[in-house]
């Protein structure tokens, strides 16, 4: 089982709360902590046994990143190069109606002056964030206009989760809702249901 896991301070406070990290559950925890430099990655681990596994789980979150070096900095592997572009902020359409008030001020101290890139896809003429609602919202608040994207993979759920959106009248970022830590995962845990049906 592969967690992302934002709890464990084994790892760096930046990289936990930027959701850079995985602990692996088998025979025992296998840490592998992502640290982010442009489009390449720093991979910092205990054990090498499942790091294919784990690059694979955080590459579900940031396939722009296309170059992966050891702790030691040496090559480790690449992938082909995802093209990037700007998008402005306000035509992008959340899949999520509310934004975790924690998330976003732990993530904000990290994010300040930062570029950052979110997955984007296009449906029924518009583009739809697939992840990264918390740190859109950063940059948001920090007056940017334009903000990185490249094209993902939609979701089984994204057309319910738009819609689900469009009827809370949320159809670009500053309309997100953000909430206290305990009301957001009764929202995750509402969310999570839906993929029962």
């Known amino acids: 089982m592969i967690i992302r896991d934002r709890i464990s301070t084994i790892y760096s406070e930046k990289n936990r709360l930027l959701g850079n990290c995985y602990t692996i559950k088998k025979d025992s925890d296998y840490h592998y902590e992502f640290d982010i430099r442009g ?37 480790y592997k690449a992938f082909d190069e995802i093209h990037t572009f700007k998008l402005p902020i306000n ?7 509310f934004i975790n ?24 003429d518009e583009y739809v964030l697939l992840d990264g609602h918390a740190r859109l919202y950063a940059k948001y608040l920090e007056d940017y206009k334009m ?3 490249y094209i993902d993979n939609l979701d089984i759920k994204t057309d319910d989760l738009v819609y689900m959106a469009k009827e809370q009248n949320i159809s670009n970022v500053k309309m997100l ?21």
């Open 39 to 75: 489009f390449e990655a720093l991979i910092i681990c205990d054990n090498l046994v499942f790091i294919n596994e784990a690059i694979d789980e955080f590459r579900k979150y940031n396939k722009y990143i296309n170059v992966y070096y050891n702790k030691d900095r040496t090559f």
């Open 91 to 97: 035509i992008i359409q959340p899949t999520k109606i």
């Open 101 to 124: 008030e924690n998330n976003l001020n732990s993530i904000s101290k990290y994010l300040e002056d930062k570029e950052v890139y979110l997955p984007v896809n296009i449906l029924n």
């Open 147 to 149: 903000v990185n994207v």
């Open 177 to 197: 809702k953000v909430l206290p830590d305990s009301e957001y995962n009764e929202y995750i845990e509402f969310i999570e249901s839906l993929s029962e049906y």
